[in-house]
Nanobody, 118 residues
Framework: QVQLAESGGGLVQPGGSLRLSCAASGFTFNGYTMSWHRQAPGKERELVASITASGSIRTYADSVKGRFTISRDNAKNTVYLQMNSLEPEDTAVYYC???????????WGQGTQVTVSS
């Protein structure tokens, strides 16, 4: 059974940091591109950052460049999102996704809430 379990969300003050984790199981993690997405109330879900299967290529939304860092540990089947200098605009539910275009498969986690507020 495929599972993507996000953790690490919470309430943080502006300027603070959080580290999200996404533990994967039930599929060949090291064959999948992993990404983080977020959805704020009343807005569409958007891509935040992605990392290729080997970890060699990382991409970021312009709104988080220089503040967020995506990484992965294929030995632990886990992908991370380090979020620094958080802003109220970063408030959203953050979702982890795994995708393999050759197999045509995509998996989503249940999401974790991040709230940036003083």
């Amino acid at each position: 059974q495929v599972q993507l379990a996000e953790s690490g969300g919470g309430l943080v003050q502006p300027g603070g940091s959080l580290r999200l984790s996404c533990a994967a199981s039930g599929f060949t993690f090291n064959g999948y591109t992993m990404s983080w997405h977020r959805q704020a109330p009343g807005k569409e879900r958007e891509l935040v950052a992605s990392i290729t299967a080997s970890g060699s290529i990382r991409t970021y939304a312009d709104s988080v460049k220089g503040r967020f860092t995506i990484s992965r540990d294929n030995a632990k089947n886990t992908v991370y999102l380090q979020m620094n200098s958080l802003e109220p605009e970063d408030t959203a539910v953050y979702y982890c996704r795994g995708s393999n275009r050759y197999r045509g498969t995509t998996y989503w986690g249940q999401g974790t809430q991040v709230t940036v507020s003083s």
